[in-house]
């Protein structure tokens, strides 16, 4: 602190300035009483960070607001995540250490543990409180490996034993797997290992050579290779026997007259054609001598006309030209006489 300073006696220059055209201005000093300004304040004073992480001593007088450099730290409103943002401003509750306006958003995936049994992400970002149940459907076979099937996560999830996640790939239908013995395994479609082929219930049927007898058996009983005919087998076969011969007599006997019908059909078609033929070489007669050669007769009968014609033609012009020649000889003697 200064002594005081409200009436402090200090020189003053009280020269005035005149214009160009008055005397040179005279410098006059007065002594006069002002009052003189407080100094700055240099008490220290203990200050917090705008993020209220620390405190540090400031002059009062040069007092600010500053960051001490550190992550905010505040809880998010997710309640998982906490502020990264370098100490800041705005940063909310500071005694429940909640985030404020200033702070960020968390954008984060949600990465809380995911139920037992349960392989998928949440479908919500970052959040408060127990994550919703997962609507994911999980695709399996059936034990049989027959069926394709679609179990909802949840439920697959909630099987608190390995015979429960088995009852629900069960597919209600026979396994289809072969047991040692030929037959299908008898149990619902299951796990592990099918049914004995000793205690195997499916029937085989044995049937004697005649095929008349027919018995069952289980097949985990002792069954026999074959079965042998009775008597009744025996009569079975001589009446089979009967009616197979008196059958195969009657087919021979229809076959002997379809053969006969068929010979005498053929031998009436033959002698159809005989008739035919015979009748067209009787209307066939030989040509007679003129119908063979009357081309050759006509033609050599021009032949001859034509050089008739012509050696007429030329006697009679030959005969012309001797008159022609004689007749002025005649001439003269008949007029000499």
Not at 146 to 151: C, E, F, G, K, R
Not at 215 to 227: D, M, N, Q, R, Y
Not at 282 to 306: C, D, F, H, K, M
Not at 310 to 330: D, F, Q
Request: with cysteine.
């Amino acid at each position: 602190p200064l002594p005081c300073h409200d009436h402090v006696r200090a020189k003053e220059d009280t020269t005035v300035s005149l214009a160009p055209w008055e005397q040179a201005a005279r410098s006059q000093q007065a002594v006069a009483s002002r009052v003189a300004p407080c100094p700055k304040c240099k008490v220290p004073v203990i200050r917090s960070c705008v993020g209220s992480h620390e405190t540090s001593s400031q002059a009062c007088s040069e007092q600010r607001d500053y960051s001490c450099g550190r992550q905010c730290g505040r809880a998010l409103s997710c309640g998982n995540h906490a502020c990264r943002r370098q100490c800041h401003g705005n940063a909310g509750d500071v005694a429940a250490n909640k985030a404020g306006p200033g702070c960020q958003k968390c954008e984060e995936v949600c990465g809380k543990p995911r139920p037992s049994g349960c392989e998928h992400e949440c479908a919500r970002r970052c959040h408060p409180g127990a994550c919703p149940p997962c609507k994911e459907l999980v695709r399996l076979r059936c034990h049989c490996g027959s069926l394709p099937l679609v179990i909802k996560c949840p439920d697959y999830a909630a099987c608190s034993s390995n015979e429960a996640r088995d009852a629900l790939r069960c597919c209600r239908d026979q396994c289809p797997k072969l047991l040692p013995c030929g037959h299908r395994c008898h149990f619902t479609c299951h796990a592990g290992d099918c049914s004995s082929a000793a205690k195997c219930s499916s029937r085989i049927t044995r049937r004697c050579p005649c095929k008349r007898l027919s018995v069952k058996f289980k097949c985990s009983e002792v069954v026999p290779a074959t079965l042998e005919c009775d008597s009744e087998c025996e009569q079975h076969k001589l009446e089979r026997q009967k009616s197979e011969d008196a059958e195969k007599r009657k087919r021979d006997a229809e076959d002997e007259e379809r053969s006969k019908a068929e010979i005498a059909q053929f031998e009436r078609q033959q002698q159809g054609r005989q008739r035919k033929r015979k009748a067209k070489v009787q209307e066939e007669a030989p040509p007679s001598w003129w119908q063979r050669n009357r081309y050759v007769v006509l033609v050599t009968i021009l032949i001859i006309v034509g050089l008739a014609a012509l050696l007429y033609i030329m006697k009679r012009g030959a005969a012309a030209a001797v008159v022609e020649a004689v007749a002025p000889t005649i001439k003269r003697k008949i007029r000499r006489k």
